[in-house]
């Protein structure tokens, strides 16, 4: 990816964050620091679109607003709402989490990655997820999106590289924001057919700079 200063990092810390304040998508979950709010919301987010899940939002959490009242779900209604997401399985994860959320841990979601990692059906990304968006901890938050943008904007040739650079670039601004803002990027104007002239790191972008714009991690679906 090539040697970068501290001074492109905090550049594009602060165009991430201003676009963000102006143009980032509004979504219930994004209005609370809950844990278990993020948590959940995370399983239902899982190869689903952002907007399906946004309709649904409301009505899952006023049956379930607490992993209490997750963990003793009847198993065929919990199922019966993810079919309508698709993928029922993630609601017996789901649920098997909530319940090592109240056995193990007195009801609260752990605050390590270690611990979040113990729980069923919760992978590096969810835990990331997590981390980020319930205490703003400085984790990279790598879905495809993210790795679309950095793919493009930044090189990186692989997840891995996205992560090591986003690690970096989480240390000049609230972690929280900047991953939303890149999430939020790759969803609406660095897709598979890129709005290059409405994107904020257009004239730092390595690969439309190279007269190839898009060329990099180009598939993948937005949520």
Not at 19 to 24: K, L
Not at 112 to 130: Q, R
Not at 175 to 180: D, F, K
Not at 190 to 195: D, E, F
Request: positive net charge.
């Amino acid at each position: 990816m090539g040697y970068r200063g501290e001074e492109y990092f905090e550049e594009v810390a602060r165009r991430l964050a201003e676009w963000y304040r102006r143009r980032g998508r509004d979504f219930p979950w994004r209005h609370t620091r809950d844990p278990y709010v993020i948590l959940a919301t995370e399983f239902l987010l899982q190869r689903t679109r952002a907007e399906t899940v946004a309709k649904v939002f409301e009505e899952f959490f006023s049956r379930y607003p607490s992993p209490e009242s997750l963990a003793n779900a009847d198993p065929e209604e919990l199922r019966k709402f993810f079919s309508r997401l698709g993928l029922v399985r993630r609601a017996d994860a789901l649920r098997e989490a909530a319940r090592e959320i109240v056995e193990r841990h007195g009801g609260s979601v752990p605050r390590s990655k270690e611990e979040l990692l113990k729980l069923k059906g919760v992978g590096p990304y969810i835990a990331s997820a997590v981390l980020c968006f319930a205490y703003s901890a400085p984790v990279p938050v790598v879905d495809t999106n993210v790795e679309r943008v950095l793919g493009r904007a930044a090189g990186a040739s692989s997840r891995e590289e996205a992560e090591a650079f986003l690690e970096r670039l989480l240390r000049h601004g609230n972690p929280r924001e900047i991953s939303l803002a890149l999430i939020d990027l790759g969803a609406l104007v660095c897709t598979r057919k890129p709005k290059c002239p409405e994107c904020p790191l257009s004239d730092l972008c390595s690969y439309r700079g190279s007269g190839r714009p898009g060329a990099q991690c180009a598939g993948g679906a937005s949520r």
